[in-house]
């Protein structure tokens, strides 16, 4: 069984920053792709940051510049750091993954929301 814990989301204000933070219970190695995507109301679920195999990264082009993928791979965890919140970002962040053996997995979801 694969978790996902996302923690970090909150209420700030414009130009502001957050962390959040993904808990695996395996080995994010397991993982071929995991990142963080978000879905604000009555808009499509949409790819923020991910790392991809062979240790490559995509981000949109809407948060690129202003969050950062990391991991701590000894925490199974991964991070994005958002900072320069815009209103726009204001959405429910998940984080997902998919395995090689092709079984995709989501966490929960932390609200991420930027007031003007």
């Known amino acids: 069984q694969v978790q996902l814990v996302e923690s970090g989301g909150g209420l700030v204000q414009a130009g502001g920053s957050l962390r959040l933070s993904c808990a695996a219970s395996?080995?994010?190695?397991?993982?071929?792709?995991m990142g963080w995507y978000r879905q604000a109301p009555g808009k499509q679920r949409e790819l923020v940051a991910a790392f991809l195999s062979g240790g490559r990264t995509n981000y949109a082009d809407s948060v690129k510049g202003r969050f950062t993928l990391s991991r701590d791979n000894a925490k199974n965890t991964v991070y994005l750091q958002m900072n320069s919140l815009k209103p726009e970002d204001t959405a429910v962040y998940y984080c997902g993954g998919s395995t090689f053996s092709g079984y995709d997995y989501w966490g929960q979801g932390t609200q991420v929301t930027v007031s003007s």
């Open positions: 395996v080995n994010i190695f397991s993982f071929n792709v």
